[in-house]
Structure formats: C-alpha cells, structure tokens
C-alpha cells in the first residue's frame, strides 16, 4: 500500500539556521498538507497546497514559513530563521480528492529539536 | 476562529467495555469530520470518518454519530481491548484543501 514519507526523520539545528523538511506524497494525490504537533499536545494545522499554490493556511504559518512542491514528487516545508518554539514533530499529508476522497494520509514525521 | 473541542481528555475503561468520546464543532460550513488513532511517537492513523450528509456510520467495533444542528459528533468503541489504548483526535473540515481542525486528543486506557 503507498505512504506518504518524510525525511528527515529527526533533525536538530540551532537557533537562526535554515531548515527544509521533505516530505514525498503518495503518487496519485492532488492535495498536500504540513501540520506540527508541540509534545503532548494537538495535531495544528499549518497549510494545504493544491495545483502549486497554497490553499489556505494558519496563523502559525508565517513569514519564517514556506512551502514548495520543486519537482513532481517531493514536498518541501521551509523555515527560514528558526526558533526554539519551533521544536515539534511536523507532519506531511495528502488527500485524493477526487470525487469524495479527502481521506488525509499522514506521513511518520519529522522531529526537529531546535537548541 | 474555528475550534473544535474533545472531551474527555482521559477515558479509562476495563476491556470489553464501551468508550465514547465527544466532540463538538464551531464552523457550520464543516462538512467532513475524521478520527484519527496516535500511538505513542507514531504518526495519526485515520480509523473512521463521516460526512455531513450521514447521521451514523459503523465499522465493526467502532462507530461515529454526527449531530449537524447541534455540531456535535462522537465516537463509539465497543468490546474494547487493550490494543485500542491510544490517544484518539476528533476534527473538522470543509473538505480537501481546506484547514483540518484537530479537537486536544483523548488519552485512552483499556485495562486487561
């Protein structure tokens, strides 16, 4: 059955560094999802993406922020500058939605530990 | 803003029992509301979701129920076993591509 992978699966950086976050969606889909989930705490939403550019997106996800789909497979989530709230496991999904399929397909996750 | 809210936070149950978790919706135009089940450190994995147009729709030992006047929606474990201990998300969306609100997470305990 296809999945949804990220990588790295585990990042640490310090502070003010650049990180990308990769994600590869499972082939077929049209809609791309990055969510973040702080330790013991909620899923949160931070962007969809559909068609190369973004669908709607969260007050989290601001100007550090971006996301790019660069070739016909990877998904990427760009911080520019980061922070020590930015420490968090961040998901990668993506949905079908053709006809009535949203089902949203979580990849494993990167966590990133920023010091 | 949009919210969506669990309860409860912690559900304790003996195996073989039932466990039922609310959550209710502010965004009317919600349309399609998914559950997902997290192990610990592992990513959330869907295990039944219902659309606006449904009242109830059942999957062996689980089961959703959807209140669209009042916007509430639950989930219905029954004969749980201790495999089902997880934390469990209620959420809410307007469907693909729009944002998917996640309720805080129920924290089950099925106890052999």
């Known amino acids: 059955e296809p999945e949804v992978t990220q990588t790295p699966s585990h990042q640490v950086t310090q502070m003010g560094q650049e990180v990308i976050l990769r994600c590869v969606p499972i082939s077929n889909h049209l809609y791309f999802y990055w969510y973040r989930q702080i330790l013991g705490q909620k899923v949160e939403f931070l962007v969809s993406?559909?068609?190369?550019?973004?669908?709607?997106k969260s007050e989290i996800f601001d100007d550090q922020f971006s996301v790019e789909r660069p070739d016909g497979s990877n998904f990427t989530l760009k911080i520019r500058s980061t922070k020590l709230e930015h420490s968090a496991m961040y998901f990668c999904?993506?949905?079908?939605?053709?006809?009535?399929?949203?089902?949203?397909?979580f990849g494993p996750g990167t966590r990133l530990l920023v010091l | 803003g949009e919210n969506v809210e669990q309860h409860p936070s912690t559900l304790s149950v003996q195996e073989g029992d039932s466990a039922v978790i609310k959550c209710t919706y502010s965004?009317?135009?919600?349309?399609?509301f998914p559950w997902y089940k997290q192990e610990l450190g592992k990513r959330p994995q869907l295990i039944i979701d219902?659309?606006?147009?449904?009242g109830e729709k059942k999957d062996q030992r689980i089961a959703v129920t959807l209140n669209k006047t009042a916007k509430h929606f639950s989930l219905h474990i029954t004969e749980t076993q201790p495999e089902d201990s997880a934390v469990y998300f209620c959420?809410?969306?307007?469907?693909?591509?729009?944002?998917?609100?996640f309720g805080a997470g129920t924290r089950l305990f099925v106890k052999a």
């Open positions: 965004d009317s135009a919600s349309n399609y």
């Open positions: 219902i659309r606006s147009n449904v």
């Open positions: 999904a993506s949905s079908a939605f053709s006809g009535r399929e949203e089902t949203q397909y």
């Open positions: 993406f559909y068609n190369n550019e973004i669908s709607e």
């Open positions: 959420a809410a969306s307007k469907g693909g591509g729009f944002k998917t609100i």
